[in-house]
């Protein structure tokens, strides 16, 4: 079963996305699954590894692992046995550029479609969202200092569409819908607290609050529409990744 939960931003620390974290849990339909923590993007800061800890340990009942890559020497023997045993892999956000440039000089991303492929839950918040499509709208290099501008990054390719999270902020709303203006891409625009699911061939939107949204968002002869998901049910997920 190939299952997706892309979340669109929230405090986690804050419960802010804790109804969504449960379901989360009860998609992998065991006890105490293994859930692999992948802090890659924020830089492995211990603070957060502590939080995913308590709330996705202590609270919620999983076995917390986390994968190390820049403060541990990563083998890669090391790296696939946490991933391919992992029931639940949880990405954190951060640098999604960053990111993406390490887990391919470790072949994680490799590593991850697998674990989808065998059944593995991939899920995440921010960049840990925007890394399971095809392309990602990213503040990369601005938290970088690179730049002060948005860019468009690939992901690994597992959801057809060019995905924006935390779509609660103006300039990025703006920035996003420019970008989609000059593309033939399907956006996928999350605001926080608010996540798209993916099973199998289907999706749903979930919420940790009311009034939390979620769009589709594409050019069609030449006019930008926007569609609000409300699909609270399964529905088909060639549908959304259509014009």
């Not at 340990?57 to 023997?77: F, H, M, P, S």
């Not at 999604?96 to 995440?124: P, Q, R």
Request: aromatic share 10%.
């Amino acid at each position: 079963m190939r299952h997706i939960f892309a979340i669109g931003g929230g405090e986690i620390r804050l419960h802010d996305t804790f109804t969504i974290d449960k379901m989360i849990v009860e998609a992998a339909n065991k006890k105490h699954p293994n859930l692999l923590f992948i802090p890659t993007a924020s830089g492995e800061p211990e603070g957060y590894i502590e939080v995913i800890e308590n709330i996705y340990g202590q609270e919620l009942g999983c076995n917390v692992e986390t994968l190390y890559l820049i403060k541990e020497d990563a083998d890669y023997q090391q790296i696939r046995k946490k991933i391919i045993q992992s029931d639940i892999v949880y990405v954190g956000g951060g640098d999604t550029y960053s990111m993406l440039k390490l887990w391919k000089e470790h072949k994680v991303d490799k590593l991850l479609i697998e674990a989808y492929n065998n059944g593995t839950i991939l899920s995440g918040l921010s960049a840990g969202s925007i890394c399971w499509f095809e392309y990602g709208h990213s503040d990369s290099d601005i938290i970088s200092n690179r730049s002060t501008r948005f860019i468009k990054i690939n992901g690994l390719g597992l959801i057809k569409a060019l995905h924006c999270p935390h779509y609660n902020e103006q300039e990025r709303i703006e920035d996003f819908e420019k970008l989609l203006s000059e593309s033939d891409d399907i956006g996928i625009a999350i605001e926080n607290n608010c996540a798209i699911e993916i099973f199998e061939d289907k999706y749903r939107i979930i919420k940790s609050v009311e009034d939390a949204h979620a769009y589709k968002i594409y050019k069609k002869e030449n006019k930008i529409h926007k569609e609000e998901l409300v699909n609270t049910d399964y529905c088909n997920l060639d549908l959304l990744l259509s014009k």
